[in-house]
Nanobody
Framework: QVRLVESGGGLVQAGGSLRLSCAAS????????MAWHRQAPGKQREMVAS???????SYGDSVKDRFTISRDNVKNTVYLQMNSLKPEDTARYYC????????WGQGTQVTVSS
């Protein structure tokens, strides 16, 4: 069973940057498709970015050109570099691993002030 632990959230001013980390433990994590999702109060959870075991990335339209997902398969860690943050990026960010059943972390809060 894969366990995911996120870190790196916090409070930042609009235009600032944060880097989130997701540490994965368990067997076979380096080959898994991993992703970051977020959920703001009163809104549905949405996919922010995903990355394959080989490093191919895809992004949601609202974060393209601002966020970058990456992974270190030696450290079993996935990162989300978030630049040019906007107040609408405020949400709880969750790490996800495509396992059966899917694995989710507990999330880390990101708050962007205007």
């Amino acid at each position: 069973q894969v366990r995911l632990v996120e870190s790196g959230g916090g409070l930042v001013q609009a235009g600032g940057s944060l880097r989130l980390s997701c540490a994965a433990s368990g067997s076979g994590t380096s080959g898994l498709i991993m992703a970051w999702h977020r959920q703001a109060p009163g809104k549905q959870r949405e996919m922010v970015a995903s990355i394959t075991g080989g490093g191919s990335a895809s992004y949601g339209d609202s974060v393209k050109d601002r966020f970058t997902i990456s992974r270190d398969n030696v450290k079993n860690t996935v990162y989300l570099q978030m630049n040019s943050l906007k107040p609408e990026d405020t949400a709880r960010y969750y790490c996800y691993a495509l396992t059966y059943p899917p694995a989710w972390g507990q999330g880390t809060q990101v708050t962007v002030s205007s």
